[in-house]
């Protein structure tokens, strides 16, 4: 059969023609799959035939998924669009508004990215600490206890596969594990639905965190020593080059690019910065059992399986906010519009608002937003500096109520100026300092605000 005559039959079954590259890339893919069945087995007859299912499976699921996510992006820039049209000469700050809410003279302010981003985390680890202290079981996940906290990564992971798991019999780490997997859900259920396409998994835990500067210090070497025989064979199903693959996540790790929400384009949802498409694939490290997963985390993790969820609510509401406001790609959505609204204005004569949106500035914002500003330049330094910030926020924090104080007198004036005695005032204005019991203490915590 001639290399024309094969090109012919891909073509057909595709639905149209194909690059010599495309051919290339879908033969590199069978031949990987078919690598790893025999591996597992399989004669290659076989193991042809299913890899050819599944690719064909994967390759119809990505084309509808790319046609929801185009008829997302198309009402988003409509709306995005809109709002820019409605005030001519100002776009520059519907652009900040959009990404901060800094403009609070736009209606449409309240729902920045940023906004929307606080509103969800705040929401949901006010609901996750309501419940974990609603059924007394708070004090037992802040202890931090190692035992403890091992138990809760082993009922997680029992919680998706009954079958390979063992049973602690630790009532609470049930109870904890059982909490916090209902907002790992809740967590994944509102990334769909803003346009990612994430699995439940089996043999699973928390989306794992690591801290890049422990990454960092222990070198590649190091860290894949300790990561390699922890991974689930599954890991590399797929994954031509083993070294290769390992030192490619192992440099995201250690640059702090894992915990940012933003980049680059894969195939299935197509164009630069795909953040739908990233967390739909971004669980590529699969441990083989909950004792390996916690050993890492132990290692190179930040903390507890409590600080590992809570990362993942930080980062995972980040994501929401920013393909709610921006779409599935949101810096390429965001510089498409950005210069789109620069051109018009420049073909209208207005180079001030022009020359306001082509500003660097605006990336910057953008990069604080997405969270590229936080990885660090010089590790050593941000940790100094992370200190300093901390000691003054501490020594702030000391002069609250004193700071406070004064502004009741003008409150007892205001309210009496609005019929309540000044006596009264000062009265309601100390107990409003003072706890003010447990079921206010939850309201606060279950809107978020606690």
């Not at 900040?96 to 985390?121: C, E, K, P, Y």
């Not at 702030?396 to 104080?405: A, E, M, R």
Request: charged residues 25%; contains cysteine; positive net charge.
């Amino acid at each position: 059969m001639s290399i024309e005559h094969c090109r012919d039959i891909i073509a057909k079954a595709a639905g149209r023609p194909l690059s010599l590259q495309e051919i290339a890339d879908i033969a590199d893919q069978v031949e990987t799959r078919i690598a790893a069945r025999v591996a597992a087995g399989q004669s290659r007859f076989v193991a042809a035939a299913q890899a050819g299912k599944t690719l064909a499976g994967e390759e119809l699921l990505a084309a509808i998924l790319e046609r929801r996510n185009a008829a997302i992006n198309l009402r988003i820039r409509q709306n995005l669009d809109g709002m820019a049209a409605a005030r001519p000469g100002r776009e520059h700050e519907v652009v900040r508004a959009v990404l901060t809410g800094v403009n609070r003279s736009f209606a449409d302010a309240a729902r920045s990215i940023d906004a929307t981003r606080h509103a969800l985390r705040d929401q949901m680890m006010g609901g996750l600490l309501h419940d974990l202290r609603s059924d007394g079981l708070l004090e037992a996940v802040l202890r931090r206890n190692k035992s403890f906290d091992h138990d809760v990564a082993i009922e997680l992971w029992a919680l998706r596969d009954p079958a390979s798991a063992r049973n602690t019999n630790n009532r609470q780490a049930i109870a904890v594990a059982r909490i916090l997997d209902r907002y790992q859900e809740a967590l994944r259920s509102q990334m769909n639905d803003a346009g990612a396409w994430i699995g439940r998994l089996d043999n699973y835990v928390v989306r794992q965190s690591h801290d890049m500067f422990k990454v960092r210090d222990a070198g590649f070497d190091a860290w894949r020593q300790a990561i390699e025989p922890r991974l689930d064979p599954r890991t590399f199903a797929n994954v031509p080059d083993r070294d290769t693959f390992l030192r490619n996540v192992f440099g995201n790790l250690a640059s702090g690019i894992h915990d940012t929400s933003s980049n680059v384009a894969l195939g299935g949802m197509t164009g630069p910065a795909n953040l739908a498409k990233r967390l739909s694939q971004d669980r590529v490290l699969h441990f083989k059992s909950p004792d390996a997963w916690w050993e890492y985390n132990e290692r190179f993790g930040k903390g507890a399986v409590i600080d590992a969820v809570a990362a993942a609510i930080e980062k995972g509401t980040r994501d929401v906010a920013l393909m709610r406001r921006l779409g599935t790609n949101p810096e390429a959505m965001f510089q498409n519009w950005v210069d789109g609204l620069a051109r018009k204005a420049r073909d209208r004569g207005d180079f001030g608002t022009s020359d306001r949106l082509s500003s660097e500035w605006n990336n910057r914002i953008l990069d604080v937003v997405t969270g590229k500003a936080d990885i660090p330049a010089n590790a050593t330094l941000a940790k100094v500096l992370a200190t300093v910030r901390t000691a003054q926020s501490l020594s702030k924090l000391g002069g609250v109520v004193l700071s406070s104080l004064p502004d009741m007198t003008v409150n007892a004036s205001m309210l009496r100026w609005n019929g309540i005695g000044v006596f009264d005032a000062y009265a309601q204005q100390m107990r409003e300092l003072l706890p003010q019991g447990a079921e206010r203490r939850a309201v606060a915590e279950s809107l978020g605000v606690g």
